[in-house]
């Protein structure tokens, strides 16, 4: 047929040629009523295997960050257009993830971040942690740990709940103690960024006698290691998860885009506390990663956010790992 256009009447010439060739549910099967639009997905919860301890990642919801320009900065509007454009993403709106680790040792349940909580400063796409914890089949109420890389408000907004509650009442919680008493001081936060005082506020102070500092280098649950990674915030820290041979490190805000900050990491992000540590940092961190192989959890990374890092030119390059060929954990 060299007209690209399918006319209907060919179609249903397709469909007697069919009767002809004996298929005849085709041909003579009736017309089939139309279904509404469902505007549903499936739960947003991912299990595998992590050596002996089974990982389950669960969402609390996107965070659109908004127009990419005014949030990643040290670079022309035409590079930042034209990485974005070479990676099929939209040049005029960043979308994030907040990819939330749940890991079962067997003796323990700890949560790595908590999302955004009551907040709605990035929208109503964000607090569905509580949501999808219950999805995954996992109790609020059975959580031992709350593990949290920093202060910031999307990741410390998910401790007391919209009952002015905690949203885990059994669980201690870990933070460097250098972003507990940053985030928490309006004084030091200052006027710009008062939304992300409160929030450290509002989910830090009710619980300030449950609250463990851990140190530099200090494995302060079992597997699971601190790594001070300061520049996004003044005590940024990101875990070195060890279960049998197996290794992850949930990279926290390392960088919260999978292209921008990684191809060029020296790009600074507008949110940073001191951007040029920040990039640092980043260069650092990513040169341990991709030297190692570490697989890797990224916070803000494409759902579910799990892949490793190598090098490219004078960048880094993210590669996601095809879930189907992980260690699935059975359902």
Same mark, same amino acid.
């Given at each position: ?11 249903? @010439? ?20 139309? @279904? =509404? ?20 990642? !669960?969402? &609390? ?8 320009? +005014? ?16 990676? $099929?993403?939209? #040049?005029?709106?960043? /979308? ?13 349940? !700890?949560? $790595? ?20 914890? *219950?999805?995954?089949?996992?109790? +609020? ?18 401790? !007391? ?7 885990? =009442?059994?669980?201690?919680? $870990? ?13 030091? #936060? ?5 939304? $992300? ?10 619980? *300030? ?6 140190? &530099? @280098? ?10 001070? /990674? ?5 005590? %940024? ?16 805000? !390392?960088?919260?885009? =999978?292209?921008?900050?990684?191809? *060029? =990491? ?13 990039? *640092? ?18 916070? %803000? ?26 260690? #699935?954990?059975?359902?």
């Amino acid at each position: 047929m060299t007209n690209a256009v399918v006319s209907r009447r060919s179609l249903l @010439g397709v469909g007697a040629a069919a009767g002809l060739y004996g298929l005849t549910g085709l041909a003579s099967s009736p017309v089939l009523a139309k @279904g =509404p639009f469902l505007n549903t997905q499936a739960p947003t919860f991912f299990r595998f295997k992590l050596g002996a301890a089974e990982a389950t990642i !669960i969402s &609390d919801g996107i965070l659109p960050l908004g127009d990419p320009h +005014a949030a990643f900065l040290g670079i022309s509007p035409g590079d930042l257009d034209a990485m974005l454009t070479s990676n $099929f993403l939209p #040049v005029g709106a960043a /979308t994030l993830e907040q990819n939330i680790l749940v890991l079962n040792t067997g003796d323990k349940i !700890i949560i $790595f971040d908590n999302g955004m909580g009551v907040s709605k400063l990035f929208g109503d796409t964000t607090g569905k942690m509580l949501m999808t914890l *219950k999805q995954a089949g996992i109790e +609020a109420k059975d959580v031992d740990a709350l593990v949290m890389t920093h202060a910031h408000i999307d990741h410390c907004g998910g401790v !007391i709940g919209p009952d002015g509650k905690p949203s885990f =009442p059994n669980a201690e919680l $870990f933070i460097s103690e250098a972003d507990f008493a940053f985030w928490t001081d309006e004084a030091k #936060v200052g006027p710009n960024y008062k939304a $992300f005082y409160e929030q450290a506020v509002r989910n830090l102070m009710p619980v *300030k006698d449950r609250i463990t500092f851990f140190k &530099d @280098g200090q494995e302060f649950l079992p597997g699971v290691q601190a790594m001070f /990674t300061p520049g996004h915030t003044v005590g %940024h820290t990101i875990f070195l998860i060890q279960s049998s041979k197996d290794q992850l490190c949930y990279i926290g805000d !390392i960088s919260h885009h =999978p292209v921008l900050l990684i191809e *060029k =990491p020296l790009i600074e992000f507008a949110y940073d506390t001191d951007p040029k540590q920040a990039a *640092k940092t980043r260069v650092r961190v990513l040169d341990m990663l991709a030297a190692n192989r570490t697989r890797i959890l990224g916070y %803000h990374f494409p759902w579910p956010g799990i892949g490793h890092i190598g090098k490219a030119g004078d960048g880094f390059r993210y590669f996601p790992t095809a879930v189907h060929t992980m260690d #699935v954990a059975p359902l």
